[in-house]
């Protein structure tokens, strides 16, 4: 892939899976802003960037608010130009039974996973170069949901159906839009609060046996953040290592 002289923002790029996307876009030639809602980690990834002789750019960001998602915008505008590229990274784990779950957690989720999403979504429409990419990062929850998932998997969700309509409505200025949905992914988050015999189970019953890594992601991101993928629109690519429930 050769994303050479491309502008990428990348969302919650901070640690994990996002800090692997902005590394492989990095990688294959494209300067970064690197969004997250922690300073320090936003920070820490584009030095690992620019360590490597990329350009980056860390921007602290909460996508749950409208203000600091258009302030990373404004940002990379001025720094680097407009954007060619998003990827819609940044987002809530969160397991917890339907009977147990608050109001509070409700709108905790929804305002970073689904909102924060749509308005990130929003403006990359608004200020894309003609031509651009945007990746959303949903969850292989929503084809294969779990016992204590209902809430993630539903705000995960709303995020695929987002995909498919703005791939019609940005068409006109060859935009594409897409998902990738992965399947449980070894990051800081899910080493901290995903129950060991959760994780064993995902494992006993991915055909590859293991728990993918963020290259796993970070790889199928940076193809369709590319020219060569400019017949897959509207599309949700599911990456679970083979996994089936």
Not at 166 to 172: G, I, R, V, Y
């Amino acid at each position: 892939m050769n994303l050479q002289n491309q502008i990428a923002i990348v969302t919650g790029a901070g640690q994990g899976i996002g800090r692997g996307i902005a590394e492989k876009l990095n990688e294959y030639g494209a300067n970064v802003v690197v969004a997250d809602m922690i300073e320090s980690r936003a920070i820490e990834t584009a030095k690992i960037l620019e360590s490597g002789g990329g350009k980056a750019l860390a921007v602290t960001a909460d996508i749950s608010v409208i203000d600091d998602i258009k302030n990373m915008f404004d940002l990379c505008i001025e720094c680097f130009g407009a954007p060619d590229i998003l990827v819609a990274n940044a987002g809530i784990s969160y397991m917890n039974k339907l009977l147990e779950t608050t109001e509070e957690e409700f709108y905790k989720v929804y305002d970073v996973n689904a909102k924060g999403t749509f308005f990130c979504l929003k403006e990359a429409g608004l200020r894309l170069k003609d031509g651009g990419r945007i990746v959303l990062i949903s969850s292989g929850t929503t084809k294969y949901p779990k016992k204590g998932m209902s809430l993630y998997s539903a705000s995960k969700a709303a995020i695929n159906l987002m995909a498919e309509v703005a791939a019609q409505e940005l068409a006109h200025r060859k935009i594409t839009v897409n998902c990738v949905l992965p399947g449980l992914t070894v990051t800081p988050t899910v080493e901290a609060d995903m129950p060991d015999e959760f994780k064993q189970m995902i494992i006993n019953n991915t055909a590859c046996g293991r728990l993918g890594v963020p290259e796993d992601i970070a790889e199928i991101v940076a193809f369709l953040c590319s020219k060569k993928s400019q017949w897959i629109n509207g599309k949700h690519i599911l990456a679970n290592g083979g996994f089936s429930a």
